[in-house]
């Protein structure tokens, strides 16, 4: 069975410029999240999918910041302008309908690393 | 807010030593805790997990337990290999389902034939 697949695996981008991220998550799977990594941190939340629904968007910088699902399958996230401190590794992750009371594991694909200069 | 706090690496060991990672969490009501690993070019890894207080969650030869006494889910293995190189992750989810995970900034393991 095929993982969570993203492109690209690195890019580099000067400070002002736009850039997008793919995700493509394990089939079936109906919850899609995006995550930040920053350096020496641990994953933090942007988003996440339900189906075609975000239903936790809290923690997205909506001004700059944006994502979508469209068909409930594939998501891209997108950056514009980027900045210096949007340097970071982005993740995808995928799992089958999120449970009340079970926890339903979240697969990772490779990430993204982002370099703004 | 919830957060996990986990050990500070790096950690640096020898193959066949014993190995702890610490890590102590906050959060609200009865969280479900993980450890996550990441190897070197690969994605985040779910290595174990344990739901409620007392259980013990094991995979691969390492083990952690719940402990909401001291609010700790601290990661061990007997006899570490090099090939257990990698960065470790604890986790928690506070509303029971995978809603969202919490992470700690990550311990980087390496083990030294």
């Known amino acids: 069975e095929a993982g969570v697949v993203q492109s690209p695996r690195y890019k580099i981008i000067e400070k002002k410029q736009p850039v997008a991220f793919w995700c493509n998550p394990i089939s079936g799977h109906n919850t899609l999240y995006w995550y930040r990594q920053n350096l020496g941190q641990g994953p933090e939340l942007l988003i996440r999918y339900e189906n075609e629904e975000a239903v936790d968007d809290s923690q997205l910088p909506k001004d700059r910041f944006s994502a979508e699902r469209l068909k409930g399958v594939d998501s891209t996230l997108k950056i514009q302008p980027a900045e210096l401190g949007d340097s970071a590794v982005y993740l995808c992750?995928?799992?089958?309908?999120?449970?009340?009371?079970?926890?339903?594991?979240?697969?990772f694909g490779p990430g993204t690393r982002l370099t703004v200069l | 807010g919830d957060s996990v706090t986990q050990m500070e690496g790096p950690v640096t060991l020898s193959e066949e030593a014993f190995l702890t990672i610490n890590c102590t969490y906050t959060a609200t009501g009865y969280p479900s805790l993980f450890w996550y690993v990441q190897y070197p070019g690969e994605g985040l890894q779910l290595l174990l997990k344990?739901?409620?207080?007392?259980d013990k969650g094991s995979n691969k030869g390492f083990e952690a337990t719940y402990r909401k006494e001291t609010t700790s889910f601290h990661l061990e293995k007997g006899s570490v290999q090099v090939s257990d190189s990698a960065v470790y992750f604890c986790?928690?989810?506070?509303?029971?389902?995978?809603?969202?995970?919490?992470f700690g900034k990550g311990t980087k393991l390496t083990v030294n034939p």
């Open positions: 986790a928690l989810s506070s509303q029971g389902g995978s809603e969202k995970l919490v």
């Open positions: 344990a739901t409620k207080a007392d």
């Open positions: 992750a995928s799992s089958t309908r999120a449970g009340v009371v079970s926890y339903n594991e979240q697969f």
